[in-house]
């Protein structure tokens, strides 16, 4: 899973936009060249008012504040977006030259779908167990605020002041959504609380003799700087000023409010609960898929592939040396204790030290399967231990523009019977190379495209890729042996039955209970996984169908390349082809390759 992207949609629901401007100047030139232009100045207005932005980009500007997330903005960014819609269709798309289209449509596309997630955004959750600010916040200032320099630190303190009147506008609108009829799943409460309460244990908050994980953070990078000892004894006393009148007093304030809410709040799983919420799940589900699908369709879709990974897996028992049923082999993979690490500092080492050297392998042979690579570097890390308990399996979060930033790798080792090692394979090539990390650095390092297509993302193209990139290196085989191929099997039949299970739950309205029953009746994940995952599908609809939805037709995509280009058929070129125009809406991706296959793979 990676970190988010910043499309229009997800920029306009999280208040992330600009607020309006003045109508944007445009210099002669052609059509074309008159295009980008109104990209450019489209896309540096809302980096200039997005702190969110900036910081995701690794820029110096605006390290002292926190998106402005009221009603008000909102409305400011819908109406921001209906103006650069209007703007956009003044172009003469007849005088576009062939890649100057493809933007113009992409733009389009994007401001579309953020108008219609604007006009769900109550009915989406801004702080549940897999986002919010106790995600956020210490994300940004551990991971995204570096300090090099005595400013760097005082803007990092400003930050923590400022926390309290940010906390006070979500909490603000989580009231707003509540008089709407909306609020989190019950089991969401303790998990968000107890990220918040984690990052409240420690210096200056109480008296246990260790730094609570933000004062941590402060005093290391401080420590590096070159400075007198009394300069930074004193920045360190002013962070603590601001973790106590500024961090700590704005997130007991949310913890309040989910402590009300927690004790009124009655079951709702599904979103068919919320006001409209058949409505919802529809629009959430093509949002994330990229593509014109009911949820009949793609639960109907779940079961097949299911069917079809099950039938791999029997096939591959006789080489795993396990006999009897799927089930009697699913008990095996939860069971033996030679297909996981030990629960200690030295098996949570070697499994980190195994993804690195996964990656690495697959690195050297890139150019077996295509011509492009990563410049930016990949950091492979654990999950911090103040979020390891809400956190997923593992995550991606990609560098940042300026390269002070390398793309970085997360790994939830809170128990390491939730990371069986014949998944190892998988998960390194999904999260890292020639997954997320590959597809994330190209598209940032492609030149001559508009910025919104070079930092934008589709949840369905890049888990797509993702999950694509999985056997990848099958077919150059790294895979080292019977086992790890299951692992490989084993993750996208767990993408396949998020399709069955998220449907289930928001639009067939199964239990929380019934969704967990089927994963544990048809994947190897041992049960305490599958709870958080379906808790993950719950707060999350659509989301989790998009992964099998876009390797699928990345799949069928390349079927037709080989079989209608033959001889010509060339891996690589295909490769490039899918990620050489950066993120995609699955529809418009098809296009570009049926382009390419016309043109004779050229």
């Known amino acids: 899973m990676k970190g988010p992207e910043l499309n229009r949609r ?29 990209f450019e100045q489209v896309w540096q207005r809302d980096v200039a008012r997005s702190p969110a932005m900036q910081a995701n980009l690794g820029l110096r500007s605006g390290r002292d504040r926190w998106p402005d997330v009221t009603e008000a903005r909102a409305a400011e960014d819908a109406e921001l977006v209906r103006g650069d819609l209007a703007a956009l269709r003044r172009f003469d798309r007849a005088a576009l030259t062939p890649e100057a289209e493809l933007s113009y449509r992409l733009f389009e596309y994007d401001s579309e779908q953020a108008l219609r997630a604007h006009r769900w955004r109550l009915n989406r959750y801004p702080v549940c167990q897999m986002r919010g600010p106790q995600r956020s916040i210490p994300q940004t200032l551990i991971d995204g605020h570096a300090i090099a320099n005595r400013e760097d630190a005082d803007t990092y303190v400003a930050r923590l002041h400022r926390v309290r009147p940010y906390m006070a506008d979500i909490v603000a609108r989580l009231e707003l959504q509540a008089r709407h009829g909306v609020r989190p799943p019950d089991f969401s ?8 309460e984690n990052l409240l244990r420690g210096a200056p908050f109480d008296t246990s003799g260790s730094d609570s994980p933000i004062l941590a953070d402060f005093r290391t990078k401080v420590a590096r700087l070159d400075l007198a ?9 002013d962070a603590e000023a601001g973790l106590v009148e500024g961090f700590g007093p704005g997130f007991r304030q949310l913890i309040d409010h989910l402590r009300e809410g927690e004790r009124i709040v009655t079951r709702n799983d599904g979103v068919w609960h919320l006001p409209e919420g058949d409505e919802y799940y529809a629009a959430a589900l093509q949002m994330e898929t990229t593509l014109p699908v009911s949820a009949d369709e793609v639960h109907r879709l779940g079961h097949e592939e299911v069917a079809r990974i099950h039938g791999a897996m029997r096939a591959l028992m006789p080489r795993l040396g396990v006999s009897g049923s799927l089930a009697d082999l699913f008990a095996h993979a939860r069971s033996s204790d030679d297909l996981y690490y030990p629960d200690t500092p030295e098996g949570k080492a070697r499994y980190l030290a195994e993804m690195r050297a996964k990656i690495d392998e697959v690195m050297a042979r890139l150019d077996e399967i295509m011509t492009r690579r990563p410049r930016a570097p990949l950091e492979v890390r654990p999950v911090e231990p103040w979020l390891e308990a809400s956190a997923g399996t593992a995550g991606y979060f990609a560098p940042s523009a300026d390269g002070s930033r390398p793309g970085i790798l997360l790994v939830n080792m809170r128990a390491m019977r939730n990371l069986p090692v014949y998944e190892l394979s998988a998960l390194a ?8 990390h590959l597809e994330r650095a190209v598209s940032r390092e492609l030149t001559g495209l508009p910025r919104f297509r070079q930092f934008g993302g589709y949840t369905a193209f890049s888990e797509g890729w993702a999950l694509y990139a999985e056997q990848l290196p099958m077919e150059m085989g790294l895979y080292a042996d019977a086992w790890q191929e299951f692992g490989q099997l084993s993750m996208e039949l767990m993408r396949a039955g998020r ?12 239990s929380r209970e019934r969704a967990v029953a089927w994963l544990d009746e048809n994947t190897p994940a041992n049960h305490d996984d599958n709870v958080t995952a379906v808790q993950r599908y719950i707060v999350t609809p659509g989301q989790a169908c998009a992964y099998e939805m876009g390797k699928l037709r990345m799949m069928a995509l390349r079927d037709r390349a080989r079989t209608r280009l033959g001889a010509a058929y060339d891996i690589r070129r295909f490769n490039d082809t899918i990620l050489g125009s950066g993120p995609l809406p699955l529809p418009i991706l098809e296009e570009n390759v049926d382009r390419w296959i016309a043109r004779g793979a050229a």
Not at 229 to 237: I, N, P, S, Y
Not at 499 to 510: F, K, N, Q, Y
Request: glycine share 10%; charged share 20%.
């Open 10 to 38: 997800e920029m306009l629901a999280a208040g992330m936009l600009a607020a309006a401007s003045p109508a944007l100047a445009l210099q002669p030139g052609s059509e074309s060249e008159r295009l980008d232009r109104f």
């Open 429 to 436: 090539y999904h999260e890292g190379v020639p997954g997320h």
């Open 189 to 196: 409460y303790p998990l968000v609380i107890g990220n918040c």
């Open 499 to 510: 399709l069955v299970v998220d449907t289930g739950v928001h639009a067939l309205r199964w």
């Open 229 to 237: 000892d009394g300069q930074k004894t004193a920045l360190v006393r």
